[in-house]
């Protein structure tokens, strides 16, 4: 277990939780031909990121950025559903610029 506290977007405090990180992953990749092992993986070099920090306060936008980095590499189409998530797309003009980005 990480001994850490994630920062919200409005400012409040919680303990990080691998499970929330974890269902927040395989939830964008649902439906994908994503091993469990590649998920893990990205769930494992996350955590290393994180134990590497001088830091026990992490902001929730550093760890979902972090996702985004390994998902865009893995699955260009989990990337964008958890990108339309976490960047919280307004509008398909948004959606539509971060598929043209991967194109």
């Known amino acids: 277990m990480i001994d850490l506290k994630v920062i919200k977007k409005d400012g409040a405090k919680e303990e990080f939780n691998r499970d929330k990180l974890k269902k927040g992953i395989i939830l964008a ?23 590497n920090r001088k830091s026990t306060d992490v902001s929730s936008s550093d760890i979902g950025r972090m996702v ?36």
Do not use: G, M
């Open 29 to 51: 990749c649902e439906k994908r031909s994503i091993p469990s092992e590649d998920i893990e993986k990205i769930i494992e070099d996350v955590e290393l990121r994180l134990l």
């Open 68 to 103: 985004l980095t390994r998902l865009k590499k893995l699955d260009p189409v989990a990337y964008l559903r958890f990108a339309s998530v976490f960047l919280e797309f307004k509008n398909i003009e948004e959606f539509k610029h971060q598929l043209q980005e991967l194109v």
